[in-house]
DNA sequence: ACGTAAGTTGAGGCATGCGTCAAGATACCG
DNA sequence: CGGTATCTTGACGCATGCCTCAACTTACGT
């Protein structure tokens, strides 16, 4: 299918594209216009089509360096904290500080976007964080009826406040995470009022926001 | 400046509209295509501009009607609870139904559009709220350190989960919530990484809500 | 150096949604 | 009933952003 050569300038073009979607997504998140990348890129848009042919395929070409080794980064750190519920708490604190630091970062973490680069990373992301969430538990510290499913519930919400409060409250999401920290801590615990969302659910819900729509 | 008299074609024109963009925005939320409220009332998108002249204009017409009774509501049966954290957890998970219940409301208490009414609107909400927040604070039920403005960071995540997961997890967002309100009891409280948000800076989010942008 | 396959261009078609205005319709008053 | 002020219409222009394709340009092999 995919030509094993291109032509020289061909391939030119692709690495300033791919230079320019990272420069833009960085900036503005991952929706934001191709044209805007194919103008920085300094090509016409027709020929960031004839190089990738769709978004998806650029976020695919940007993803792991745009994503994978941050999210690495912050398990390794997380998991290297002695104490399990310090570790947890590192976990997803420095999630959220991804979002906070970039929104193309905080696109993929709440999973704006659907790519198969996008989810072979997510894919390696669960099982780290169920390492961090069982160890914590094992010890009774992270209470034990959380999922990891409900670690979405904090991705999403964070990725809203990140968005909204970033020019007026930099570090005003930190507070709202605080907040439920201390709901996660296993004395912490009353009955929930709802079963977890299973992980076909958390499917299904990220298959709807790629859909786009209003907000 | 507003015309006292209108004629009676037009007085209908302008009721029709009323009834439609109620319920084109309870079904859709507050950024509901105009042209569709026109076209439900049966008139051309040019007479909804001839009658209202702006969005705003016209969420401001119906903004009474479509929320500040049910936020009444919620408020009083908060109040009436005997317990004051229950009164509080009544309070928000009450906002939260709202919210799940209706775009237009979800939209009206996240603040995705300003108006003079709903300004009022909200304005009324935020002395019930301080009334709800102190009375648990008192008992020493509800942590000391939340402020009026933290309860921004609830509605708005919530905001977010609901419209993202009524489709795949109708009741899941009470989940989120139920964590969230285990880490708002006063014995859950550990000490906040940030300080709350000042009025003005909830203002100023507010603000930018309303701008849209993406997401 | 030249021919051709490979690549690029950018205007233009698509769709959404806002807001306007000249032309036509209609209510109301005398 | 007629005249006029009031009101309605819906096509149009605007803007954003996606994606395409016929015409043009360029790299590369010989």
Redesign the pocket.
Known sequence: MA?A??????????DKLRDAALGVFREKGL??????I?RRA??????????F???EALIDAVAPELAADSLRAVARRAIAERDPWEGFASYVMGVCELQASCPALNDVISRRYASEQLTAICRATEERERYIIERAQREGLLRADFTREDLFFVFWSTATLVRHTSGAAPEGWRRAVGFLLDGLRAEAAHPLPAEPLTPDQVEEVMFRLGEGG?L
């Open positions: 030509k050569t291109l032509r020289a300038d061909a391939r030119r073009n692709l929706h934001a216009p191709l044209d805007e194919a300094g090509v016409s848009s027709g020929t960031l089509y004839n190089r042919g769709s978004r209003p």
